[in-house]
């Protein structure tokens, strides 16, 4: 079925439009990552997909971080992260590190090299940041990294797409039922 | 093949590094946008990789724009951009919108609505934002801009992947031989 559906507030779509919002934003496209955070033997790992390059010269990539989120405090502290690539199919290892589980990392392999923050070792790759930067952005804020190591452990891999993981971290609530004004 | 190969400065790889960090960065997860940028009549489009959501409330997606681009002044100008999903298959598009032509809107179609920028009608979707902040971030700049309108075009075509552009805007020459110091 085609669609030609305008999602505008002069619409009278109010019922449903949620999942129309979500529609339309599923249509960007995003990896699936897990963001490694610590500050000495205190560490942590999350499932993110807003993480992108913005810079070449220095290599910056930036990640999307809710400041409630557990995690956040920790990145904070330690101002480092990693960006941990996961495979097309490790839907598994997504929805474990989506958890607020606090025990998360102790069952799955990991290592820290001459990093902090744990690289996980079944990933396609990592990227070792150090954050430059901090901006807000709505309920968000914008963590700017500086890649300073990286590593690819699978060149044959597929990254994960964020579609591949479906409704698993239930975003589609998320949107509201309207867009706002300008 | 298999890679196992860290990138760090302390390694010796420096003939050659550039495509392995190259490498590295396109395991990154992308789409394929057509930026739109206007004020008034005055108007231009071009082919960007550097966007994502970041925020729900409000909804907010980031772009990532180099200043030296022709149209960055536009932007500034306007304050609004619109974000065109380029589906899987449009490489003609992508290259076409990723030239310097001055004239490059004259040949394809487009419209904008009640809105400033070009809307690509053969897009699969559009997004319409007005920039509420702006942030430097190395060689670039990012704008935040607030999703006040928006519309999906065609809900069975796939969006297009940055990768799927193979090698056609030249960006690994842009990658470092090595990574620099934290």
Redesign the interface.
């Known amino acids: 079925?085609?669609?030609?559906?305008?999602?505008?507030?002069t619409d009278c779509w109010r019922g449903g439009m949620s999942g129309?919002?979500a529609?339309?934003?599923q249509?960007?496209?995003?990896?699936?990552y897990v963001i490694g955070v610590g500050r000495g033997e205190v560490r942590n790992a999350f499932t993110a997909a807003?993480?992108?390059?913005?810079?070449?010269?220095?290599?910056?990539?930036?990640l999307?971080i809710n400041p409630q989120h557990s995690s956040y405090a920790l990145l904070k502290e330690g101002r480092?992260f990693s960006v941990n690539?996961l495979k097309k199919g490790q839907l598994d290892l997504a929805a474990h590190y989506g958890r607020a589980d606090p025990k998360k990392l102790a069952s799955t392999e990991w290592t820290t090299e001459?990093f902090g923050p744990p690289l996980l070792r079944e990933a396609?790759?990592w990227?070792g940041c150090?954050v430059v930067?901090e901006?807000p952005?709505?309920?968000?804020m914008?963590e700017?990294g500086?890649?300073?190591?990286?590593?690819?452990?699978?060149?044959?891999a597929e990254?994960?797409?964020?579609r591949e993981t479906g409704a698993m971290d239930g975003?589609v609530a998320?949107?509201?039922d309207v867009?706002?004004?300008?």
Do not use: C, N
Request: hydrophobic share 50%.
């Open positions: 079925m085609r669609a030609d559906v305008i999602l505008t507030p129309s919002i529609a339309l934003f249509r960007l496209t995003q990896g699936v807003w993480v992108m390059q913005v810079s070449y010269d220095p290599l910056l990539l930036v999307s480092v690539v001459r396609l790759a990227f150090r930067s901006h952005a709505g309920d968000h914008l700017l500086k890649v300073f190591d990286g590593k690819l452990l699978d060149s044959e990254p994960m797409s964020y975003a998320l949107f509201p867009l706002g004004d300008p």
